[in-house]
């Protein structure tokens, strides 16, 4: 795997947690078109990603994961998009999480078969009883499947690049709503700088540190 392990995206949401309380908003049956954003609307109000490359390949499958996350990173930048290569504290819905996954192994006869997908989502904290609760929602999936005689390289860098292409152009299109754009707009002017989680961290730690036994 490169760049971050999903086992650090969960610590980082649950050190949010212990900052902030989130409680779900009560269930509205009358929720008002004007006001209410789809799942694949959410799309439309995202400018800032965290790239992960989670790299489950075996067997010498894959192995030009870094080249795939250049090109990806590229793509997302020219398209408009802020690009982090460390985990996001994401309170803000113009924030989410990009990771793509390969899958692979080589047959008997060597024959490489694989899939990868990107995937954006973010995840949510309820509260309950008492008890926090993790939950992960995503608003994009594409996966694609692969074979080769020697290795994915190929398959996965064309499979990817056709990905993210459908992931800007998803965004770019549900921006085109009225009420995503004016959302969009609103949530921009008011803007703050995303927070690595590791930012809090380090905040954590030095009040711990500061603080008397």
Known sequence: MMGYSNSLLAAGVLLVGAAFSSQAPAQNNDLQPERFLSVTQSLGLIKNVFLLIDNKAADGCWSNAEQVR??????????????????????????????????????????????????????????????????????????????????????????????????????????????????????????IKPLPVRVLADVFRNVQANTPP
């Open 70 to 191: 250049k090109q990806t990173q590229q793509t997302l930048e020219h398209s408009g998009f802020t690009v982090y290569d460390e985990p996001l504290l994401i309170l803000s819905p113009l924030s989410s999480n990009l990771i793509i996954t390969a899958q692979g192994s080589r047959s008997r006869e060597g024959t490489c078969y694989g899939s990868i997908q990107i995937e954006s989502y973010r995840s949510v904290l309820d509260e309950s009883e008492g008890v926090q609760i993790q939950y992960q929602g995503r608003n994009f999936s594409q996966s694609t499947v692969a074979h080769g005689r020697k290795n994915l390289n190929a398959a996965f860098l064309s499979a990817t690049a056709t990905q993210t292409t459908a992931f800007t152009a998803a965004v770019e299109a549900n921006r085109k709503s009225p009420i995503v754009s004016n959302t969009f707009a609103k949530l921009t002017a008011q803007e």
